[in-house]
């Protein structure tokens, strides 16, 4: 009975000093919290995956909005080239851990597209027109990126008016380590999106800008040249210095410094130092009268006024087939300025159509044109002329005068025409396609009754094998110009100009001067955006950005 009071006492007092007993705290706190600790961990390693699998999938989808972005050139196969582009590019591969069914650590996707077989894609693509803009709604400004993208508002399967390319990734299961705390989900889907634009600007090219002399009709410049209605025919066009140009006219863009020297060193050249928009360019208002003709004519292989000290400088190289129809071929002042043949028969430059239609400030003539008459006369080594002048002062070829056939499978140029095109394949090839046959059939060297031919004769440093590219096609901007002096736009010097098309023409003769008036005679060759045939490529710097 005794030892029981001390066993108890004893006892209660190896209890107290446990429970003041500080040893080993930190070890059982850690026991408790480790569960919580583990689940929190799992979570950040989820997040992380998740995190991962976004990043690869966006970065994927980022570069194929691109890739297809920069194919919507507004061309009329542009949306079939941006489908095989974004497939060609489809072998991004998104690496992610333990994601879905079979994926383990380390595991991978291949994010591919097939525009033919939907269910072999993990991405969708959209070709839009736009994009949603800022907007007020409610008297709050909402930003445009905040707005959901309407695919029956902006989605198009038209190449022409197709702008932007929207790649959507379909969603990735991720099967996460550590169930979700709502609803107890095993499973996390993982999307990206991305929206690109098409954007270009010209660089290195002539100043000019045409008016579009098909403005006011129903059909769009483009859609003109798709289907035909300028191959082969010569506009003659105008500038006169009014502040009102219209269908007919030419003007200028703005180039680095002003004044007529400046402008006839950028026709010259083709560097005007800066670099032109296509959804808008500047233009610099006025006849620039001074030496602009002569500037542009150094193409042709003339070098008159201030540029007379220039033909042994390969920046004022002639174009390699410069047969212009000159009179006095290598005499006097023939290397000076453009002096036409009276006498087609003598030497002929490229003639215009047959039937030629007045336009307010110039004129368009129909795509029939006496090739072969032309090419009699530069191809055919006559010792005589074999036109005769009639009543009027024309000369005209003899009645009973058989010309011999001209080449006329020469179409290398022509636009794919729609049915129902107005040209018809019977029609002769364009001035620039028997330019080019020229050219490729070494035929510059054939004289005309006066001895003219096609080889440059003026540049005093000239080597043919020493100098590429066409220096008779110059690149223009085309402008709506009634519609712009209507909104009072082309009133004196204008920024932001916007465009219709930007133009690839052949000067069919070199440009001529008549008072303050300045003429230019060109031939349509190609154009940026529908129906275009992908020579304007080297005069543009096609981009594509990420919008979204």
Not at 126 to 135: C, D, E, H, M, S
Not at 169 to 188: E, H, I, N, W
Not at 407 to 413: F, R
Not at 428 to 439: H, K
């Amino acid at each position: 009975m005794r030892m029981f009071p001390e066993f108890y006492f004893g006892h209660r007092w190896c209890l107290r000093r446990f429970a003041r007993a500080e040893t080993g705290y930190a070890f059982y706190l850690t026991l408790i919290a480790l569960p919580l600790i583990m689940g929190f961990a799992v979570l950040v390693i989820d997040g992380s995956r998740v995190q991962n699998l976004h990043t690869d999938l966006q970065n994927a989808v980022d570069a194929m909005a691109l890739t297809g972005a920069r194919e919507l050139d507004g061309r009329n196969d542009s949306i079939i080239r941006a489908n095989a582009a974004i497939a060609e590019l489809g072998q991004n591969e998104a690496w992610f851990g333990d994601g879905g069914a079979g994926f383990g650590f380390g595991s991978k996707i291949d994010v591919t597209y097939n525009a033919a077989d939907d269910a072999a894609s993990t991405v969708d693509v959209f070709f839009l027109t736009g994009i949603p803009g800022n907007q007020v709604t409610g008297g709050q400004q909402v930003n445009g990126d905040d707005i959901p993208i309407d695919l029956e508002t902006y989605a198009t399967t038209d190449p022409n008016d197709a702008t932007y390319a929207m790649v959507r990734a379909k969603p990735q299961s991720l099967v996460t380590m550590f169930p979700l705390p709502v609803g107890g989900r095993d499973t996390l889907n993982v999307v990206a999106e991305a929206v690109a634009v098409y954007t270009a600007a010209a660089c290195d090219v002539t100043p000019i800008y045409i008016c579009n002399p098909f403005e006011g009709d129903n059909l769009s410049f483009n859609e003109h040249f798709a289907q035909g209605d300028m191959y082969a025919r010569e506009v003659e066009l105008q500038n006169t210095g009014s502040s009102s140009p219209g269908p007919g006219n030419f003007g200028f863009l703005r180039t680095v410094g002003s004044g007529a020297n400046v402008l006839s060193e950028a026709l010259a050249t083709g560097s005007p130092g800066v670099c032109y928009k296509e959804d808008g360019v500047d233009t610099e208002p006025g006849a620039q009268v001074g030496p602009v003709e002569q500037g542009i004519n150094t193409r042709m292989g003339l070098y008159g006024g201030s540029f007379g000290r220039t033909d042994r400088d390969p920046r004022y190289r002639p174009d390699h087939n410069i047969r212009m129809g000159q009179s006095n071929p290598g005499a006097g002042n023939s290397c000076r300025g453009y002096n036409p043949e009276a006498d087609p028969g003598e030497a002929m430059a490229f003639p215009p159509g047959d039937v030629v239609t007045t336009l307010p400030g110039g004129s368009i003539s129909s795509a029939t044109w006496d090739l072969d008459l032309y090419w009699h006369i530069a191809h055919d080594a006559l010792e005589n002329s074999p036109m005769v002048q009639n009543d009027d002062g024309d000369y005209v070829l003899p009645d009973d005068y058989v010309l011999p056939s001209a080449p006329s499978a020469v179409y290398g140029h022509k636009p794919t025409l729609p049915a129902g095109a107005s040209v018809a394949d019977t029609s002769p090839p364009s001035r620039y396609d028997v330019y080019t046959y020229e050219l490729q059939n070494s035929m510059t060297i054939n004289q005309s009754p006066n001895g003219e031919s096609g080889t440059p004769a003026c540049h005093r440093n000239y080597n043919i094998e020493d100098y590429q590219g066409e220096r008779r096609t110059i690149f223009s901007a085309v402008l709506n110009c009634n519609a712009l002096n209507a909104e009072g736009i082309l009133q004196g010097a204008a920024t932001d100009v916007p465009t219709e098309a930007f133009a690839l023409m052949f000067m069919t003769k070199p440009a001529s001067a008549d008072g303050n008036d300045r003429a230019l005679s060109l031939e349509l060759v190609d154009v940026t955006g529908e129906g275009g045939l992908g020579l304007l490529e080297e005069f543009l710097r096609e981009e594509a950005e990420l919008v979204r």
